[in-house]
């Protein structure tokens, strides 16, 4: 279909909540955490590799 999809944050950023409780007409008692933004991407980068061996710890 060739749709992009990002996933992000809104809660704790109280600009964020406003925003899309506003826009998703949300009732008061509903905090909106985070978001998946889907689209039509303008760009067609590649997957980045965020692998770090030196990250992993036991």
Do not use: F, H
């Amino acid at each position: 279909m060739g749709l992009g999809a990002v996933w992000t944050s809104v809660y704790p950023e109280m600009r964020k909540v406003k925003g899309v409780s506003a826009a998703l007409r949300l009732p008061d008692n509903l905090i909106p955490m985070s978001c998946i933004l889907i689209g039509y991407p303008a760009e067609s980068p590649q997957p980045k590799d965020k692998w770090d061996e030196e990250k992993i710890t036991w």
